[in-house]
């Protein structure tokens, strides 16, 4: 559904049961996100108007279904951490004509250079601890239930770089020393967020505050240090330095790393075969080399 005028409609017909009767007002689709797009809009009632914001993606793809990313979101909620509030989300192409989640605007930033240009020394702190809260909150949430996919990381990295046919030394050095310093398994699976990371987070840099965790779509049950890992890739890091000494957490931050550079030839791959064309994923292709270096980087340290 690509007509802003038709969408309003479905929009207030698929908000009815949780706010009764509205109008979507001031639609306009957001820049950023790869995988789905989001619109942010208004939906106004006779005693005023709330904030609020759409994601939308196709049937097909393969991350989490809305549903799904749904009930992560409450449930991680319920233990603490900050996230908007959903009201409402489904699989079906029946109502929007793709699968869709509708949540609360949270106001704030999330582009990083104006994040550190706006906070001080003692702020970023404030932030960082904010953000362990946050996953701490998330790893505590019920993760029974919901059908959380489980997967070896490991070896979906290995599929999905098996299924475009394509490969480097780098990645494939990487791949055998990850199973040949594989950590033994020492807890049970918890609520993973999946792609917990600066862009992925809102700041209100006034306060400042860890405002909303966004971006579920890759949420799992998994290992939590998965999640502390993928946070703390120089990728996110912008290239600032960070000592990094326990051998199982050095694992995973390699597997990590490994994960972004699957993912950006993936999202590449998306654009040359075809399938989606467009400039943005074609440009992540680019940093498949950046992280190349980070793995030899890493590789070579052990």
Known sequence: MTDSGDLSQALARVLAPSLGTITAQNLRELTGGASRATWAFDAVTDTGSRALILRIGPPDEIHAGMELEAAALSRAGATGAPVPQVLAASNSVNALGNPFLVCDFVSGETIVRRIERALDAGGRATVLQQCANALASIHRADSTGIELSHADPLNESRRQLDDMGDTTATFEWAFRWLESHRPPRT????????????????????????????????????????????????????????????????????????????????????????????????????????????????????
């Open 187 to 302: 807890e049970n699976p918890v609520l993973v967020h999946g792609d917990f990371r600066m862009g992925n987070l809102i700041v209100d840099t006034e306060t400042p505050r860890l405002a909303a965790v966004l971006d579920w779509e890759l949420t799992h049950a998994g290992s939590r240090i998965e999640d502390l890992a993928w946070f703390c890739i120089r990728a996110w890091r912008f290239g600032a330095p960070r000592d990094l000494n326990r051998n199982h957490f050095h694992w995973w931050l390699v597997l990590a790393t490994l994960r972004w550079g699957v993912i950006c030839r993936y999202q590449a791959e998306r654009h040359l075969s075809g399938q989606t064309r467009s400039v943005e994923l074609a440009a992540i292709g680019r940093r498949v080399c950046e992280t190349e270096w980070d793995l030899l980087n890493l590789l070579e340290a052990r």
